[in-house]
């Protein structure tokens, strides 16, 4: 299995920026790409940013221009640059791993808060 811990959330005004970032340790082999999905309070768990071990690059439309996703392999992290933040940007974000053999890994969340 992999085990993900991310980093770096918090309480930022609107026009601000924050970094996210995910460790991934254990089978890190299996990993064939790295995401960040973001919750706002009583919605669902959507796809923010995905990076695939080959590079491959895909963002929401809502965060494309504004969020830039990143990977440091000799690291084993994948990191969520935020800029321009948005009220509706505020969520709990969370790391996520997919990958042979069913791989399908989460971390535990880190709240972003963003205030007007």
């Known amino acids: 299995q992999v085990q993900l811990v991310e980093s770096g959330g918090g309480l930022v005004q609107a026009g601000g920026s924050l970094r996210l970032s995910c460790a991934a340790s254990g089978s890190i082999a299996r990993i064939t790409a790295m995401r960040w999905y973001r919750q706002a309070p009583g919605k669902e768990r959507d796809m923010v940013a995905t990076i695939t071990m080959r590079g491959f690059i895909n963002y929401a439309d809502s965060v494309k221009g504004r969020f830039t996703i990143s990977r440091d392999n000799a690291k084993n992290t994948v990191d969520l640059q935020m800029n321009i933040l948005k009220v509706e940007d505020t969520g709990v974000y969370y790391c996520?791993?997919?990958?042979?053999?069913?791989?399908?890994?989460w971390g535990q969340g880190t709240q972003v808060t963003v205030s007007s």
């Open positions: 996520n791993v997919v990958g042979v053999w069913g791989l399908d890994a």
